[in-house]
Structure formats: structure tokens, C-alpha cells
């Protein structure tokens, strides 16, 4: 049981480069969800899950798309990169959300837009 | 739309002294509550969740939440912090059971010795 994985750790990227953040889970969690962490910003959702086949728009979708084709991945792409995609990106995943077992967050993945 | 407020951005006790972080909410119905916590460099856990019932909640680490439905408040406590609690806290909200969680800023805790 490897909990929240993601994929890589760290990322340079040249602005309009285009990559996928990828986010697994082994712990048939139906919830999955993208979050951005920026200082004095605390956590904003990007995209959710509530299923395979089931995404959402959350706060920030902005530049960012999602698909979710099975319920253990859930990968992030950013389209054309931007400086002010520079980031760090949590991916996070529920068994029932709220009423559940709450949210796991993976380890993160510090993304840098020169 | 629902929203979090953490009031303090930053806060500093010594160590034995007790601890309360902020969080106000705003959302029309009872929401799902939770605070977590997050060293340096690392990922989040979860300290403790609300979601029914008793409104005084226990979590991990010696913590604890109230839920205040009049004040949308859900303020953590700790009666005597331990330096190795000095990292960062996050206060989030989920809508229903929708997936949809939003946090607020955070709120820094300094441990003096």
C-alpha cells in the first residue's frame, strides 16, 4: 500500500513547454483531486474527481486539464507552461470525502517556470 | 461560495504553553471540517475532521477542534505545544461530500523554547 504517488518530485520547464504531473493511488479512493501551494496562498484546487470519468473545475483551472480514465490515476497536464504556473502541486485522494476517511495528500511536486 | 479564513498568518508560544489557531467559514449548510498540518518540505496530514455528531472533536498529536455553528468557527486547540509542533496548519472546508475541498491561508506556528 503505497498510499498518494506522485510523479516527478521536481520539474524545470521552459514556458510553453507542455508535461503531465501524474498522481496514483492504490487505495481504491473514489476522490481524487489537484491542488497549487503558493506562499501566503495556502492550498487552491485546480481540478477534482469524484469517480473514473467524472471531473470538476475548482478554484484555478485555468491553464491546467485533468482526465480521469480509472480510479487509481489521476494526471495533471499543463498545456503551455507559464511563469506563473511555478508551483508546488499536491495531488490528494478520499475514500468518501468528508464523511470518509478524509483526504491523503501525496508528497508533492515543486514545478519551476523559467 | 464557501470560503476559509484563518485570521492569524502567524503565530509564536513557548513551548508548554497553550495553543488555539483561528478558522472561520462561510457556507450556507453544516460543512465537512478538517485541519491539517504540514512540516517544511513535506506533504499534509490530517490532524482531525468534523462532519456530525459531537462538536468537540479529538485528533492526533494531543489536538482538538470545536465546531461553533453560530460563530462558523472551528478553532484548534493543544493545552501545552511541544517544540516538534512548530510547523504549518491548514483549516479546510468540504461542501457536502462533493470532493470540493478549499482551504484556507495557513497559519504559521513558531515554538519558542
Known amino acids: 500500500n503505497a498510499g498518494v504517488t506522485q510523479t516527478p518530485k521536481f520539474q524545470v520547464l521552459k514556458t510553453g513547454q507542455s508535461m503531465t504531473l501524474q498522481c496514483a493511488q492504490d487505495?481504491?479512493?473514489?476522490?481524487m483531486s489537484w491542488y497549487r501551494q503558493d506562499p501566503g496562498m495556502g492550498l487552491r484546487l485546480i481540478h477534482y474527481s469524484v469517480g473514473a470519468g467524472i471531473t470538476d473545475q475548482g478554484e484555478v483551472p485555468n491553464g491546467y486539464n485533468v482526465s480521469r480514465s480509472t480510479t487509481e490515476d489521476f494526471p495533471l497536464r499543463l498545456l503551455s507552461a507559464a511563469p506563473s504556473q511555478t508551483s508546488v502541486y499536491f495531488c490528494a485522494s478520499s475514500y468518501g470525502g468528508g464523511a470518509g476517511n478524509g483526504y491523503t495528500f501525496g508528497s508533492g511536486t515543486r514545478l519551476t517556470v523559467v | 461560495a464557501q470560503s476559509v479564513t484563518q485570521p492569524d498568518i502567524h503565530i509564536t508560544v513557548s513551548e508548554g504553553a497553550s495553543l488555539e489557531l483561528r478558522c472561520n467559514y462561510s457556507?450556507?449548510?453544516?460543512?465537512?471540517l478538517f485541519w491539517y498540518v504540514q512540516s517544511p518540505g513535506q506533504g499534509l496530514q490530517l490532524l482531525l475532521k468534523y462532519f456530525s455528531g459531537d462538536t468537540l472533536v479529538q485528533g492526533i498529536k494531543g489536538f482538538e477542534a470545536e465546531f461553533k455553528r453560530s460563530q462558523s468557527s472551528f478553532n484548534l486547540r493543544k493545552p501545552s505545544v511541544h517544540w516538534s509542533d512548530a510547523a504549518e496548519y491548514f483549516c479546510a472546508v468540504e461542501k457536502g461530500n462533493t470532493g470540493k475541498l478549499i482551504f484556507g491561508q495557513g497559519t504559521t506556528l513558531q515554538v519558542k523554547p
Open positions: 487505495m481504491n479512493h473514489e476522490y
Open positions: 457556507y450556507g449548510a453544516t460543512p465537512y
